[in-house]
């Protein structure tokens, strides 16, 4: 019968409501290997949990995963806590994750190590550390103001170094506010400024307690810190990742504080030493002084000054001496160089070369003549020879053997019978014009014809 049937989704509705009601499914404690993971930012988590034989899908809810204190990663053996259903779109059953942690190691022992290896890798821990002043003035403490880190501190800065002004930045140093409450006021010290010192602390205490100290925020915070920062978190076998980061880790609150300050009462003993060595540096100076002042009172410098004025006198004359014998000796040399360049002038006296030269100068002067007259007498014999070549070209020449040339009344050249535009024409003579009317114009081929 066609009612016996089932649609798929009526079964995989009644799969699922199977599924739900089955206590043993409500609540599952479920070990397996993380497979096809591939973390989402701020979303739900899909992956799948596996063994030697079995898989099974998996999704953890955004809510239920920003819980957890590390990250998951491929590979890695969990424990989780979730239930059991049925995906009815696809009909696959699959676990809802509600709690996870790693198999083997704490969640946040896990989590430690992940951020430890991630800010190493960042180089954060091999960053230059900052020097504490060796005098501060103003100390900042930031932690518990019920906690007797405070206590401890105050009680050992007073102390060893009453002098130092200590200011409380309250915070909460455990809980899940604790670490956004830590930055924040590390931040607050470093914006009023005029400190000296951080000290970051609290005391001992699980890994759950010291877990503010672990986060990651509150690592960058004691990076950003222009302010020295002392760390001193828990016991001290415990090791933060705040201890790390700092520029200066302390095992107790009160290991803090004595490394915050100095002892006033030896600084005080250092002083008098130094003003002592100081005192006698000076005794040993002024010592030394008054026997160099000495030694030079008895020098003969001072005793007998004449003695340097005789030594003084003695030498200026032998150099005196010695100027006056170079002097003549260079003014003999010179003497004799100059009578040779003078005998040397008059063996190569110039008037025989003037004179040889005056005589060049006159002969080039008549074959200047000679030529420029040969020169323009061979132009104007040039000169005619052009003047009669033109004269035989010259219109006018030809017009003299009875050749005549005709134009018309506007004065236009007629070679051509076929150019002739009027009856009136003129003809031009060697002596004058003759002007003159055409009464018949006979071509070339007509009269060809005609006499042929």
């Not at 497979?35 to 930012?41: D, V």
């Not at 931040?187 to 503010?212: A, Y």
């Not at 095992?251 to 002083?271: G, I, K, M, N, Y």
């Amino acid at each position: 019968m066609e009612n016996d049937y089932l649609t798929v989704s009526a079964l995989t509705k009644y799969i699922k409501r199977k599924f739900d009601v089955d206590p043993y499914l409500n609540k599952i404690y479920l070990t397996g290997e993380i497979s096809n993971f591939r973390l989402r930012p701020n979303a739900h988590q899909y992956f799948s949990l596996k063994d030697d034989h079995a898989k099974i899908s998996a999704i953890m809810f955004k809510s239920a995963f920003n819980k957890i204190k590390f990250t998951p990663e491929e590979g890695m053996k969990v424990l989780v806590v979730g239930h059991i259903s049925v995906y009815e779109p696809s009909g696959s059953y699959q676990i809802y994750v509600e709690r996870m942690e790693p198999d083997g190691v704490g969640q946040l022992y896990q989590a430690y190590e992940q951020l430890k290896k991630k800010l190493a890798t960042e180089g954060l821990f091999s960053l230059e550390k900052q020097e504490l002043p060796k005098f501060p003035k103003q100390i900042a403490v930031v932690t518990s103001p019920s906690g007797a880190v405070i206590r401890d501190i105050i009680t050992t800065v007073r102390r060893r170094y009453p002098i130092a002004q200590i200011v409380l930045f309250p915070a909460l140093v455990q809980g899940t506010e604790a670490s956004a409450d830590i930055v924040q006021q590390i931040q607050r010290v470093n914006e009023i400024g005029g400190f000296d010192t951080l000290i970051v602390g609290r005391g001992g205490g699980s890994i759950e307690d010291l877990w503010p100290f672990n986060e990651e925020n509150v690592a960058r915070a004691i990076v950003a810190s222009k302010i020295p920062i002392i760390s001193s978190v828990g016991h001290e076998t415990d090791t933060t990742i705040a201890d790390l980061v700092a520029d200066v880790r302390a095992a107790t609150p009160t290991a803090a504080a004595e490394l915050a300050v100095p002892r006033l009462d030896q600084v005080l003993v250092d002083l008098k030493t130094s003003q002592n060595r100081i005192v006698n540096a000076e005794y040993q100076i002024l010592e030394q002084l008054k026997l160099r002042l000495k030694r030079l009172e008895q020098s003969p410098v001072l005793t007998a000054p004449q003695r340097i004025y005789e030594t003084f006198s003695q030498r200026l004359d032998i150099l005196t001496q010695r100027l006056y014998n170079q002097a003549d000796k260079i003014t003999g040399k010179r003497k004799d160089q100059f009578a040779d360049l003078k005998m040397r002038l008059r063996l190569v006296a110039p008037t025989y070369a003037i004179k040889q030269q005056q005589q060049l100068l006159t002969t080039l002067q008549a074959r200047l003549e000679r030529a420029t007259k040969q020169n323009f007498k061979n132009i104007h014999q040039h000169y005619q020879v052009l003047v009669g070549s033109l004269d035989h070209l010259s219109p006018l020449k030809i017009l003299s053997r009875g050749y005549t040339y005709t134009t018309d009344d506007a004065n236009h050249f007629i070679s051509r019978v076929s150019q002739l535009k009027s009856h009136s024409v003129q003809v031009h003579f060697s002596d004058g014009i003759l002007k003159a009317r055409v009464d018949q114009v006979i071509p070339k081929e007509k009269e060809e014809k005609k006499n042929g």
